[in-house]
């Protein structure tokens, strides 16, 4: 197959995004208990956690959008305690910071910058990852998210939005992610070509159709293989 670009998921494909995940939701507690200690004791980060499944449950319409429901969030949680106007842009802030502190995987780095000096990649991504903050910005040609485009993954838009903005046929471009369904199959039903990011090593979940074109276990491997099939054959 001629890759000539590639689209690239970026949490638990360039890193582990859980543990930022954690350190967000303790330094937002945090924050809370030393300037709200009313919500704080009202909302400890289980119970957090909680209502912000409620509403992701309730605002279907916001599913693209994990700003906009993690803003509803905590309006809910203040008003609860009897305060009208949650403190949202100092919140976002703070979560939003620690969101990002993510470590990269010792592979991705290297592969990137590898990656990149032969192809043009577009990062494409339903989170809210800042590349600027993680500082690899300069990797990417593009940056296609879920809020800004009104879809989120698998939906077939999202990664056609991200063909018209790369200017290259769908056929031609390898989406790369962790994810089977959202990544792989998204990906595939959109006409794209399929990479997928198997760290653990997991057998393809024949449920979900045909298995990825590649199934690698790292980035290093999905260099490897792009530096074996020039974009140019």
Partial sequence: ????????????????????????????????RQHYPD?????PIPAMRVLRAQVAAERTDLAHDFTAQRH???????????????PLEALWEIYFTARNSVELYADSLPALERITAHRPVASLTNGNADLDLIGIRAHFTHHICARDTGTAKPDRLIFTTAAERLGVIPSEIL???DDPELDVVGAREAGLRTAWINRARHPWPGLLGPAPDLDLPD???????????????
């Fill in 175 to 177: 989406h790369v992610g």
């Fill in 39 to 43: 919500v704080a004791r009202a909302w």
């Fill in 1 to 32: 197959m001629r890759i000539r670009a590639l689209t690239l998921d970026l949490d638990d494909t360039l890193w582990p995004v859980l543990p930022a995940l954690e350190r967000a939701d303790r330094e937002l507690d945090a924050y809370l």
């Fill in 219 to 233: 980035m290093s491997a999905l260099a490897d293989w792009l530096d074996a099939h020039p974009a140019t054959r």
């Fill in 72 to 86: 509803i969030t905590m309006q809910r949680a203040f008003a609860a305690c009897g305060i009208a106007e949650a």
